[in-house]
């Protein structure tokens, strides 16, 4: 197996050809503390993992930019941006907005959803 076969097998056990959203989640140490945000990071692996949500994708960065108010995340393929994101609030986050596809506008500061072009979808 090449290293493109391996990748492609790498994927396919993530997931990635199925995936229906994808959660970035800045851990900081800009917009929050680095405790608030691995706090944050592990309540979202935990909630994801228990409801076995296995079309949601979920991505640690260390900084996305707004460098204000975190855990800053943003969730596609709405592109609803959240600040404040604490470990306390991630599991309303995933019931409203990653299970019952209601984003949350109290915690909305910014949305940019992303067109979909691909023809083949
Ligand atoms: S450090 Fe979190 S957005 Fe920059």
Known sequence: MDER???AEAARKLGIGELRRH???C???TC?????GMAAWESLK???KERGMTDCYRTKVGCLRVCIGG???VVYPEGVWYAGITADRVPQLV???LVEGRPIEEWTFARNPLPNDN???
């Open 27 to 29: 851990v900081g140490e």
């Open 32 to 36: 929050c503390s680095g405790e608030a």
């Open 119 to 121: 023809p083949s979808t």
């Open 23 to 25: 959660v970035l989640l």
């Open 95 to 97: 019931e409203e907005h």
């Open 46 to 48: 935990t909630q994801i």
């Open 71 to 73: 855990p800053v995340a």
């Open 5 to 7: 076969e391996k990748q």
